[in-house]
T-cell receptor, first 113, second 119 residues
Framework: DQQVKQNSPSLSVQEGRISILNCDYT??????FLWYKKYPAEGPTFLIS?????DKNEDGRFTVFLNKSAKHLSLHIVPSQPGDSAVYFC????????????FGKGTLLTVNP | EPEVTQTPSHQVTQMGQEVILRCVPI?????FYWYRQILGQKVEFLVS????????KSEIFDDQFSVERPDGSNFTLKIRSTKLEDSAMYFC?????????????????FGSGTRLTVV
């Protein structure tokens, strides 16, 4: 049961351009969303999060947009840098739960110099 | 910056043997978790732990798995009789809740993981 879906397994962009990573969810009980970055053989590193009461959150080069009606969120990275190359995971938390996160399958971002 | 520490980084064990994966969560966090990632697949929730007891577990977390917080700082995952399909990266995480601008922020920090290889 894929409650959090990242339909693009990979994305390749040029350095300096915008990277847009997408995530869809099916469970309307999710009320908090997070993006993590992961390098091989390392743990997920937190990037940015957004509560369902907001539609946008920005932190430096990273912006997350949430469209609740479409059950869709996206992560924008501007400008993209080669060091951003990693797997990006979308995760969601259900309101009232014991705070466990449900992850998508991830998108491999490659930023070419 | 506070970290979640996991040991060992890599564990090789024979099928049927018991393994204990160790974690030191962030000291002021109250919620603790184990997740795993089988190669090429997504990160999957195993179990959450709060107030010295399991608060939620997935269907993966069957009777061969157990968790413990033996001394107030360590958080362990024990697999009693390992199977080949238990080979995966196991991640420990801890979380806290804070307030910012009138709404709640949930902070989850993951460790670097233990790569478990069952042969």
């Amino acid at each position: 049961d894929q409650q959090v879906k990242q339909n693009s397994p990979s994305l390749s962009v040029q350095e300096g351009r915008i990277s847009i990573l997408n995530c869809d969810y099916t469970n309307s009980m999710f009320d908090y969303f997070l993006w993590y970055k992961k390098y091989p053989a390392e743990g997920p590193t937190f990037l940015i999060s957004i509560s369902s009461i907001k539609d946008k959150n920005e932190d430096g080069r990273f912006t997350v947009f949430l469209n609740k009606s479409a059950k869709h969120l996206s992560l924008h990275i501007v400008p993209s840098q080669p060091g951003d190359s990693a797997v990006y995971f979308c995760a969601a938390r259900r309101g009232g739960s014991n705070y466990k996160l449900t992850f998508g399958k991830g998108t491999l971002l490659t930023v070419n110099p | 910056e506070p970290e979640v520490t996991q040991t060992p980084s890599h564990q090789v064990t024979q099928m049927g043997q018991e393994v204990i994966l160790r974690c030191v969560p962030i000291s002021n966090h109250l919620y603790f978790y184990w997740y795993r990632q089988i190669l090429g697949q997504k990160v999957e929730f195993l179990v959450s732990f709060y107030n010295n007891e399991i608060s939620e577990k997935s269907e993966i977390f069957d009777d061969q798995f157990s968790v413990e917080r033996p001394d107030g700082s360590n958080f362990t995952l024990k697999i009693r009789s390992t199977k080949l399909e238990d080979s995966a990266m196991y991640f420990c995480a801890s979380s806290d809740i804070s307030r910012q601008g009138g709404y709640l922020l949930y902070g989850y920090t993951f460790g670097s993981g233990t790569r478990l290889t069952v042969v």
